[in-house]
């Protein structure tokens, strides 16, 4: 799966680790990963991340828990696939869950949120959806 698509392994990394419990994952860092967990972590979905190495880098991203030591991710969802590319302009953007999740958008500003996208009109392709 990680050679096809690397941002599909990433979020299965995401949901088998806080289906384990695990507080931090290790994986093959891109600028694309990076720019992904970087959304994350300013929506308030994982405590924090970091690219390590010089030759084979690495990203470490801190999982976040509630109280509860439940998941703040409930479900996390790849939109856009290898095979089947979505893009949307930027009214078209989905609202996930009546917006209390959100859409991850690459844009051609960057990766950032459906709500940002949305206030600077832009579109783009729908990387994956986070609740």
């Known amino acids: 799966m990680s050679w096809s698509d690397p941002i599909a392994d990433m979020l299965t990394r995401i949901r088998n680790a806080q289906g384990a419990g695990l507080e931090i ?68 953007i989905p609202r996930v869950l009546g917006g209390l999740g959100i859409a991850v958008i690459s844009t051609s500003s960057g990766v950032m949120s459906g709500v940002e996208a949305r206030r600077r009109k832009l579109g783009g392709e729908l990387v994956c959806s986070v609740w």
């Open 25 to 92: 994952i290790e994986m093959p860092a891109s600028r694309m990963k990076a720019d992904v967990a970087k959304v994350l972590k300013d929506e308030g979905y994982v405590v924090d991340f970091e690219v390590e190495g010089d030759a084979r880098k690495i990203l470490r991203i801190a999982l976040k828990y509630n109280e509860d030591a439940k998941p703040v991710i409930r479900g996390i969802r790849r939109d856009s696939k290898p095979g089947l590319r979505k893009f949307c302009g930027w009214k078209d």
